[in-house]
Structures are given as structure tokens and as C-alpha cells.
């Protein structure tokens, strides 16, 4: 087979990037289910040592799941990628790749759960303080907080479960003017929804355990460097600039040029933490990958029409989904999102916490799991479980109350989700 044109769609990018079988060669991408690789001499693993240009231990590389990677930079935009165990490890990775004790980092305040407790709690023990900023606040506002120490802006395309739409191009402004990258975690618009170094961000991180996998059979992540970030415009990235001791005076920016970031990331952090996903769930993950394109336009239309039947009823209080004209973010998602702004719809129930749990107990489709983003329709309380760490304050900031549900609206027939539904707002 021939290499895929640069110029293909995304849709066939899905399916074929990453991986061209040559003559007699297996169609489907193989699983190396192996740790190691064989050399025939002790001088060509010496070298590797020097210059990792081959597969030498899976902790780091692996042969399956470079094809994952190489698909999902080219998805994104990217010049590389590198997947992770998990998500938690890919946004973990993208701060550390930058930051170490006595740095800083701004991020928006409607994050992820898990990941405001990674930025507020855990690195804040490793010496690396978070500064939290609020989408509502001034470009002159945001601009003050920075700190000559501060690295890099985090935010997310879609905020998991908030689902305020992050203005990229603005904050890709705002970072850039303080010369630092901007990081976006795409997880739940993936790149079919929106591709966030268009608009400028330098780093994409995703949890892959989300739509990227869509079944709900693997936990994992992924970083994709866009290669556009000049990590030499200032003196704040002295370890891309400056010899690494850990490994013979690399300097990443002088011998990986572009890829200095997404190098550096693999040969330093995976080298030394070893978050590395196994052959075997990269497979799965490119199963996912291959229907993504359909998939998400499924979400998107049948979430539309759940979004329109849970604003239609007296007892919701509220609905938050972008996609929807009447929504805060709706001129935001038109912009960076104009397909539609995935399956996840979060609202808020009249009578808060106890009608919440009423309802979700009662839904008999849609099952009650930790889990969003999945092929079967979901749901969850995001204040007794994914949020449950976050003081009263952090809940308000990330947009979440008593009453709010979680609903990822899976790609059964939209008339059954929406019969369960309303079943399940009768008993309430
Ligand atoms: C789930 C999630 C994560 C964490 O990913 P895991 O794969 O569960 O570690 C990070 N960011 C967002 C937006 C998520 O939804």
C-alpha cells in the first residue's frame, strides 16, 4: 500500500494514518505484545543508550503503540505524540515536562475533578503552585497573575462536567504575549469536534479512556506536541536549552529542533516514571479511534435532542449544553465547535441533591457508572463522585452544584434515551 496523502480528510486519517502495510504485511495494525527487542550486537545497544532512534524497552516505545501515536498527532495537527496510561498521567506529564519546584502554571478553574486535585493538592507537595483563573476575568486580569516563574496556561476545550467552551484562541494569545505554551486538554471534543492548535494552543492532552476509546475498555492518555512553540524566545525553558546530565548533555532544543518538547517528555518522564500504556490497550484504543468521525456526529445529534427535551420539562431547573442557542457558551462553541458540542449534557434538577439521586436511581437505560463519553448512555453525580474532594468554593469555581447530573448521552436510538428519561422524571 502507499503512504496516506497528507491532504486526506479526517475521517480517513482515522482509519488509515500511522500505519501502511507493506507487501504480505498483516492489514490490521499488530499487537507487539513484547517488552523487549533483540540486537545482534552490545555496541548497537550502547548507542541506543546514547540515542534512543530504535524500540529498545517497552516502558517508553513500543511498535503498536507508536502507530497509535503517529495517528493521533496527524488527528490533532501535531508534529508527535506520546500516549500514557492514563489521562491523569497525560496532564501530569504535560505541567512536569515544564515545571519543577519553585515554578508556577495558570489554569482555568473549570477543569476536570481529578485534575484540579492533581494541580491543587499533589503538585503544590512537589513545590509547583497552580494559579487558578476564571474565564469571566479581563485579559488585563489574567495577565496579572503571572509570575516570572509561571510556565504554561492550562485549560479544557470543553470542561468536564462545567461544559463551558474555553476561548483558545484568546488565552493562546494571552500565553504566547507571556511567552509560554498554552496546554488544552481536547478530551471531550476530540479532534473531530475541534483541533485546538488551529486556534493557537502548542500542547493537546486527552484522556483516551473517553470518546477516543468510546467503549469503555481502556484507560489511557495521550500528549501531542504541534512543534510550534519556541522554547528559545526566552530564558524560562533553560532544560530545553541547556544540557540534560540524565542523558549524556542532550540538548532537546539543538538536537530534536521542533520535536524538542514531545522528545523530551518521552526520554526524561516515561524513561523515569514509566506511565506507559501496553500494546494491547493501544489496540483497542485504535479500534476506537478508526469509528471516532461517526461516532461523534452520532453524540452530537442525539444529544441535541435529549438537550431540547430536558429544557422543554418543568422540573429542570437548568441545561448546559453549549450546542444549544440558549447556552452561556453557545457563541464560543459555534466558533471553536461548529459540528456540535459532543454527548455530554449537564443540568440541573429543581430540588436539588435528593431529586438528583431520585432520578438517577430511577433510570433503567441509561446506567449509573464512573465513568462519560462512552457508547452506552451514562450518567453521574459529579458532587458525590467525581467532585467529591472539592471544598464548596472549588465546586462553585468548576460550576457545579447539588442538583447537577452528569449525562453522556450514548448512540442507542435517541427515542429510547429520551423515553428513560422522562420515565425517570415522572417518579420524581
Ligand atoms: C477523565 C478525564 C481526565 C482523566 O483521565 P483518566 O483517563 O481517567 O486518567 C482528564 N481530563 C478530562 C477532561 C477527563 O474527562
Not at 488527528?75 to 498521567?89: D, F, K, R
Not at 494571552?174 to 471534543?189: E, R, W, Y
Request: hydrophobic share 40%; glycine share 6%; with cysteine.
Amino acid at each position: 500500500m502507499k503512504e496516506l496523502n497528507s491532504n486526506a480528510k479526517i475521517e480517513t486519517k482515522c482509519l488509515h494514518s500511522g500505519y501502511t502495510p507493506k507487501n504480505g504485511e498483516p492489514r490490521v495494525m499488530p499487537i507487539v505484545q513484547s517488552t523487549t527487542y533483540c540486537f545482534d550486537s552490545t555496541e548497537h545497544i550502547a548507542q541506543l543508550f546514547d540515542m534512543p532512534t530504535e524500540f529498545m524497552y517497552s516502558r517508553f516505545a513500543n511498535p503498536t503503540c507508536d502507530v497509535v501515536e503517529k495517528k493521533i498527532a496527524e488527528l490533532e495537527g501535531g508534529i508527535g505524540a506520546m500516549l500514557t496510561s492514563s489521562g491523569q498521567a497525560a496532564s501530569l506529564f504535560s505541567i512536569l515536562n515544564l515545571c519543577k519546584a519553585g515554578d508556577s502554571f495558570i489554569a482555568a478553574s473549570a477543569i476536570y475533578g481529578g485534575t484540579i486535585n492533581l494541580f491543587a493538592v499533589t503538585l503544590k507537595k512537589l513545590g509547583i503552585e497552580c494559579i487558578w483563573v476564571n474565564q469571566d476575568e479581563t485579559d488585563e486580569e489574567i495577565e496579572a497573575k503571572f509570575k516570572d516563574n509561571t510556565k504554561a496556561v492550562f485549560g479544557e476545550t470543553l470542561a468536564n462536567p462545567a461544559l463551558t467552551v474555553f476561548d483558545i484562541e484568546r488565552f493562546a494569545k494571552i500565553a504566547h504575549k507571556n511567552n509560554v505554551p498554552l496546554i488544552i486538554d481536547n478530551t471531550f471534543a476530540t479532534p473531530i469536534l475541534c483541533r485546538p492548535i488551529e486556534w493557537g494552543a502548542d500542547i493537546i492532552v486527552h484522556s483516551t479512556t473517553k470518546y477516543m476509546d468510546g467503549h469503555a475498555v481502556q484507560v489511557g492518555g495521550v500528549i501531542v506536541d504541534s512543534g510550534n512553540f519556541d522554547w528559545t524566545s526566552s530564558d524560562k525553558f533553560k532544560d530545553f536549552t541547556e544540557p540534560d546530565d540524565s542523558y549524556h548533555g542532550v540538548v532537546y532544543t539543538r538536537d530534536f529542533g521542533k520535536m524538542a518538547y514531545i522528545i523530551k517528555a518521552r526520554m526524561q518522564l516515561m524513561r523515569d516514571f514509566g506511565a506507559y500504556p501496553s500494546a494491547h490497550s493501544a489496540f483497542l484504543l485504535n479500534l476506537g479511534l478508526e469509528t471516532l468521525p461517526v461516532r461523534m456526529k452520532q453524540y452530537c445529534e442525539n444529544a441535541t435532542q435529549v438537550a431540547k427535551v430536558l429544557l422543554a420539562s418543568d422540573k429542570i431547573q437548568s441545561v448546559t449544553y453549549p450546542a444549544l442557542e440558549t447556552d452561556k457558551s453557545h457563541k464560543l462553541a459555534e466558533k471553536y465547535m461548529p459540528i456540535g458540542t459532543s454527548g455530554v449534557i449537564s443540568f440541573s434538577i429543581k430540588g436539588g441533591r435528593d431529586n438528583a439521586v431520585r432520578f438517577m436511581d430511577s433510570l433503567e437505560l441509561a446506567s449509573n457508572v464512573v465513568h462519560v463519553a462512552d457508547i452506552r448512555t451514562c450518567v453521574l453525580h459529579p458532587a458525590s463522585a467525581t467532585h467529591r474532594q472539592l471544598t464548596d468554593e472549588q465546586l462553585v469555581a468548576a460550576g457545579i452544584d447539588g442538583g447537577i447530573i452528569r449525562l453522556s448521552v450514548g448512540l442507542e436510538n435517541s427515542q429510547d434515551i429520551i423515553a428513560d428519561i422522562k420515565q425517570a422524571l415522572d417518579k420524581i
